[in-house]
């Protein structure tokens, strides 16, 4: 690492390091809190928002350029903690063309007929290009796991739905990051964790203001009464798959711009650590850009000569 990169680095690990999880020490949900804002104010936090906003946009260029590695980022969270407008700030301003977000909603009947993983594996993103999964395979852990009739409906031959059946699907989820890190997919996976407080707060202002009813979901209430639930699937899914090869990131969601400082600060210090740049550019391959530079600079000077005839002739 250089110089300029371990400036970054240090710059950025108080907002990376206490919320990354990656299996090398015990995970307690409890334990961590909602409204966490390290230590800084909301002016500074836009202010490391915004510059973290222009280092991925040099990133972005370089990654798509270089064409080697690619981002697979995972947003999960309760209703209302934030996911949508944390997506939105955080990539403002990055080229649209290699960037994809994918919104998972209720499995069709066609994506049923597959394993639970197919609609995910099918949305990848190529090599150069970030992908953001709003909602993603996890929540087969999650929704799945609370509302046991969902996953009656999935086909599974009846003598492989056992009571291991949680842990199974943890260890495949693992296996199957574990083979896209090795494949040059950056897997970066983020718990937007917001308190059961703040979400009432959020979902009262849904209710209050009219540019924002259109966001409450009746569906949303019924979920947040197996908030307990939840919970209980949430620590267990992180504490069984995050790993070195994709941690998970648990980010205070009650302060909606500190969550965007952990996330854009996770985002860029993952990128900094690829070593991105732009192709270079052989001498061979220089020879020839000159020889078209000096072929152009010459169609030039010849149409400026051309037009200067033309008015000599008008005159």
């Not at 710059?11 to 409890?30: A, C, N, W, Y």
């Not at 490391?48 to 995972?74: G, P, T, V």
């Not at 209980?232 to 090869?245: L, N, V």
């Amino acid at each position: 690492m250089g110089k300029k990169s371990k400036l970054l680095a240090d710059e950025l690990k108080p907002f990376v390091s206490p919320f990354r999880i990656d299996g090398s020490e015990q995970f307690h949900l409890k334990s961590l809190k909602t409204n966490e804002k390290g230590g800084i104010d909301k002016a500074a936090g836009e202010e490391i928002i915004e510059a973290n906003r222009r280092r991925l946009n040099d990133f972005q260029e370089k990654l798509y350029a270089q064409d080697r590695w690619s981002l697979l980022l995972i947003f999960q969270g309760m209703d209302a903690a934030g996911k949508d407008s944390a997506i939105k700030s955080v990539f403002e301003g990055v080229n649209p063309q290699g960037c994809e977000v994918t919104s998972f909603k209720e499995p069709s009947s066609k994506e049923l007929d597959h394993d639970f993983m197919w609609r995910s594996m099918i949305a990848l993103p190529e090599r150069g290009r970030i992908g953001i999964f709003n909602r993603s395979y996890y929540e087969e852990c999650l929704v799945v796991r609370v509302h046991s009739e969902i996953l009656a409906k999935q086909k599974i031959p009846p003598r492989l739905v056992t009571k291991n059946i949680w842990r199974e699907r943890f260890e495949d989820i693992s296996a199957i990051e574990r083979y896209l890190s090795r494949n040059g997919i950056v897997v970066l996976k983020f718990f937007l964790n917001v308190s059961r407080q703040e979400q009432r707060a959020r979902f009262l202002e849904r209710l209050e203001e009219r540019s924002k009813n259109w966001k409450f979901s009746m569906a949303d209430i019924n979920e947040r009464a197996l908030w307990p639930r939840y919970m209980a699937a949430y620590q267990d899914m992180i504490r069984h798959t995050a790993t070195r090869a994709a941690p998970w990131h648990v980010v205070p969601a009650d302060h909606k711009w500190f969550a965007r400082v952990v996330i854009g600060s996770t985002i860029v210090s993952a990128l900094e650590k690829l070593d991105l740049h732009f192709p270079k550019v052989d001498e061979s391959e220089r020879s020839e850009f000159k020889r078209v530079r000096e072929a152009l600079l010459a169609e030039g000077k010849g149409g400026a000569g051309k037009k200067a005839k033309a008015g000599n002739r008008a005159k």
